[in-house]
């Protein structure tokens, strides 16, 4: 069975400052990854996705991700925040050709002017 | 495209009324989702259907009912409403192309509170 971890519950970090927020996954088989971000008071939206090839994804406001097989993890970064990153991220994983997706318990990534 | 949309945005029960949650997608996704969403729990689902007349159990499926009578619909049912039951429910879908993965789109959420 596909479970997630955020081991972070809560992660404050200084404006212009780099940020990291870790998500481990376990799963037997091969499997698609995602990072979803949730504004106050909103749906989820997707931020980035890995399906397959190269294992660095990067979504368009400058969110990266690393798939690391070995290390079952696939932590978000972002080299420099700004206020207007202040958001829940949630990590999830789907094992390829099933039908759900499992969600970690969330990130709350909160920027400090 | 309005994408996903969730009638109501609001309610607040007492304990043991009924309610129907409503969710339509106008993107022609055969998968549709509930899920609740509780402070430190991340998103748990509920209900899942994968086309039109079906419907699956999911991770909390206990005191709740769903329909999917219309592809485009997807209706989550409280029979007898529970102070356990307060969270935000959110509504997702997404489409059956293997290639694209399993992104899911969701909708704005309903926020529901049982007295």
Same mark, same amino acid.
């Given at each position: 069975?596909?479970?997630?971890?955020? %081991?972070?519950?809560?992660?404050?970090?200084?404006?212009?400052?780099?940020? +990291?927020?870790?998500?481990?996954?376990?799963?037997?088989? $091969?499997?698609?990854?995602?990072?979803?971000?949730?504004?106050?008071?909103?749906? *989820?939206? *997707?931020?980035?996705?890995?399906?397959?090839?190269?294992?660095? &994804?990067?979504?368009?406001?400058?969110?990266?991700? +690393?798939?690391?097989? $070995?290390?079952?993890?696939?932590?978000?970064?972002?080299?420099?925040?700004?206020?207007?990153?202040?958001?829940?991220?949630?990590?999830? &994983?789907?094992?390829?050709?099933?039908?759900?997706?499992?969600?970690?318990?969330?990130?709350? *990534?909160? &920027?400090?002017? | 495209?309005?994408?996903?949309?969730?009638?109501?945005?609001?309610?607040? %029960?007492?304990?043991?009324?009924?309610?129907?949650?409503?969710?339509?997608?106008?993107?022609?996704? +055969?998968?549709?989702?509930?899920?609740?969403?509780? /402070?430190?729990?991340? %998103?748990?689902?509920?209900?899942?259907?994968?086309?039109?007349?079906?419907?699956?159990?999911?991770?909390?499926?206990?005191?709740?009912?769903? $329909?999917?009578?219309?592809?485009?619909?997807?209706?989550?049912?409280?029979?007898?409403?529970?102070?356990?039951?307060?969270?935000?429910?959110?509504?997702?879908?997404?489409?059956?192309?293997?290639?694209?993965?399993? +992104?899911?789109?969701?909708? /704005?959420?309903?926020?529901?509170?049982?007295?």
């Amino acid at each position: 069975a596909q479970s997630v971890t955020q %081991l972070d519950s809560q992660v404050p970090v200084f404006e212009e400052a780099p940020v +990291e927020l870790r998500c481990n996954y376990s799963s037997s088989v $091969s499997v698609y990854l995602f990072w979803y971000v949730q504004y106050p008071n909103q749906g *989820l939206q *997707l931020l980035l996705k890995y399906l397959s090839g190269s294992t660095l &994804v990067e979504s368009i406001n400058g969110f990266e991700a +690393e798939f690391n097989k $070995s290390q079952t993890s696939f932590h978000l970064r972002k080299p420099s925040v700004h206020i207007s990153d202040t958001a829940e991220y949630f990590c999830a &994983v789907s094992e390829r050709g099933y039908q759900k997706v499992t969600f970690g318990t969330g990130t709350k *990534l909160q &920027v400090i002017p | 495209n309005a994408g996903v949309t969730q009638t109501p945005k609001f309610r607040v %029960l007492k304990t043991g009324q009924s309610m129907t949650l409503l969710c339509a997608q106008d993107m022609n996704h +055969e998968y549709m989702y509930w899920y609740r969403q509780d /402070p430190g729990m991340g %998103l748990r689902l509920i209900h899942y259907s994968v086309g039109e007349g079906t419907t699956a159990k999911g991770e909390v499926p206990d005191g709740y009912n769903v $329909s999917r009578l219309k592809k485009q619909n997807f209706l989550l049912g409280l029979e007898s409403a529970a102070p356990s039951q307060t969270s935000v429910y959110f509504c997702a879908s997404r489409r059956t192309d293997r290639v694209g993965g399993n +992104e899911q789109f969701f909708g /704005p959420g309903t926020r529901l509170t049982v007295l």
